[in-house]
């Protein structure tokens, strides 16, 4: 039975309702009147059930999908700007218990078994930082005895401790396996940003095919994962379904059940929604799995998820390639990575053997990429102020609700840029950025703002750093 208080997976998340929100979603499709209700809704930008989105998800009208991928881009203007947020991932160890069929870190893939040791991390993040880099999100493998919460703790600690010239790690993200509440207060004792899981797939029978083995094999440890880390005192957490493997309306639509499922119970929906792809990877053909979707379905279900949850931030990595990103963009995408690599350890120095999670398709440096965002308009940003002011959870989403980015995380963005401008970019990006700055300074509205970021950034020209709001 369909319950989204429920703390049971298979109440929030129930079966029966998605079939038949998927059967709805096919009924509703051509009603060109019920469409254009639901957009009228979806123009208050208050969000929409899973239902309602699943019937925009599904109209194939061409005159109403360009109306919906281009509300989805107004929808992120409004709520944040131009603005797109840096990350970098970094792989702390391969070494894993479980069978995920689509990922090369399964146990007996064959693949090269890596995990970094604390003088590599530190090596590593000081080579993050002289890229630029200031929020990570570390990645690791499940193993109880390889890499115990104990190993991610004293990495975390290792990281946020790295001084190196000018940088600083200010966030780092945590995508580790589901674990336990007091597992997850230890990790936020530890001081960090999101907590990041990806369901995979929503399908249960489809999960349990595609994870035959170890602990993720249990659908429900890992579906009520958010729950145990919300009760942990995590206020921000991530979702993900891996695109690629099941039907994508099926795990759209469970998605959505899911950020309705923490909002009922916790009172704030997810902080951030990632919409990655299964892609080619050591002993990982994509072209196995059922479930497959064109770019430009993908771009799609990334429009209807900006429309169903407006205040979510969406995350792309460099699974995808230049002109996916670009397009995804367009749709709401608020936060890529770039200059990422995937194998365990690699941005010190190449590694030895391939330990890589999945190909890369953007290749490019971090450095290319700022310039390529600053060539569209957007303001690049390694601004992680919200998190260290304690402005998580419902605050967070409060600020994003009253349309407040534009006065705390706007004029952020601007000094975090001239920061990276001043200390990493390259000649044009710095030139570029440069301008960009000056442009975007008229665009904040307060007056007293504008003269104290025009203040900070002649201080940052001095020397100093990390100056927020
Ligand atoms: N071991 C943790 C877990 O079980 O959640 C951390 C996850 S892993 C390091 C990060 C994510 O990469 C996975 O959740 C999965 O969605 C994704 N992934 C695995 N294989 C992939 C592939 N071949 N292509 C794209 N993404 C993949």
């Given at each position: ?81 131009n603005l797109i947020v840096l990350?970098a ?37 000081v080579a993050l930082q002289d890229m630029g880099h200031k ?29 190196h010239k000018n940088g600083a ?153 230049r002109?996916?990103?670009e ?9 890529i990575s770039g200059g990422s ?6 941005y ?14 953007d290749t490019r440096t971090l450095d290319e990429v700022i310039q390529w965002l600053i060539g569209f308009g957007y303001v690049p940003s390694f601004c ?29 963005a601007l000094m975090t840029l001239k920061e990276y401008l001043t200390d990493y970019a390259s000649v044009q990006t710095r030139e570029a950025g440069e301008k960009l700055i000056e442009q975007e300074l ?11 970021v025009r203040?900070n950034l002649g201080n940052i020209e001095n020397g100093q750093r990390?100056f927020?709001?």
């Amino acid at each position: 039975m369909y319950n989204p208080q429920s703390k049971k997976a298979e109440e929030f998340i129930s079966h029966d309702e998605i079939t038949e929100t998927l059967a709805y979603a096919q009924r509703m499709k051509n009603d060109r009147a019920a469409v254009d209700d639901i957009l009228v809704k979806a123009r208050e930008t208050k969000g929409l059930t899973h239902r309602e989105a699943s019937v925009l998800l599904a109209c194939d009208d061409p005159e109403k999908v360009e109306e919906i991928f281009s509300l989805a881009f107004a929808i992120k203007q409004e709520f944040y700007g131009n603005l797109i947020v840096l990350f970098a991932p970094l792989y702390l160890s391969n070494y894993c218990v479980n069978g995920c069929l689509y990922c090369p870190y399964h146990q007996n893939s064959g693949i090269a078994r890596k995990k970094l040791t604390q003088e590599e991390i530190y090596a590593e993040t000081v080579a993050l930082q002289d890229m630029g880099h200031k929020r990570l999100a570390i990645e690791a493998g499940e193993d109880p005895v390889n890499n115990p919460i104990e190993y991610i703790l004293e990495s975390l600690n290792t990281i946020y401790g790295v001084k190196h010239k000018n940088g600083a790690i200010r966030r780092v993200n945590v995508n580790i396996a589901a674990t336990t509440v007091e597992n997850y207060r230890k990790l936020r004792d530890a001081g960090i940003g999101t907590y990041i899981l990806f369901q995979e797939t929503y399908d249960k029978a489809g999960y349990e095919t595609l994870h035959p083995k170890g602990p993720k094999h249990n659908y429900a440890y890992h579906t009520e994962a958010m729950d145990r880390a919300m009760s942990g005192g995590i206020d921000d957490v991530g979702l993900g379904v891996l695109f690629g493997l099941e039907n994508y309306a099926y795990e759209f639509a469970g998605q959505l059940m899911h950020a309705e499922h923490l909002e009922a119970v916790f009172g704030v929906g997810p902080h951030t929604i990632s919409v990655p792809r299964v892609k080619p990877a050591y002993g990982v053909d994509p072209g196995s799995f059922n479930g497959g979707i064109s770019d430009e379905l993908f771009e799609k279900i990334a429009a209807c998820i900006r429309i169903a949850v407006p205040y979510t931030g969406m995350i792309i990595s460099t699974r995808e390639g230049r002109q996916v990103r670009e397009k995804m963009l367009q749709v709401g995408v608020s936060q890529i990575s770039g200059g990422s690599r995937t194998s365990v350890g690699g941005y010190d120095e190449a590694p030895e053997e391939d330990t890589r999670q999945f190909e890369v398709s953007d290749t490019r440096t971090l450095d290319e990429v700022i310039q390529w965002l600053i060539g569209f308009g957007y303001v690049p940003s390694f601004c992680t102020a919200c998190y260290r002011e304690g402005r998580t959870g419902d605050r967070f989403m409060e600020l994003c609700k009253r349309k407040q980015i534009l006065n705390c995380c706007h004029p952020n963005a601007l000094m975090t840029l001239k920061e990276y401008l001043t200390d990493y970019a390259s000649v044009q990006t710095r030139e570029a950025g440069e301008k960009l700055i000056e442009q975007e300074l008229e665009r904040i509205p307060k007056e007293k703002v504008r003269d104290i970021v025009r203040k900070n950034l002649g201080n940052i020209e001095n020397g100093q750093r990390d100056f927020r709001f």
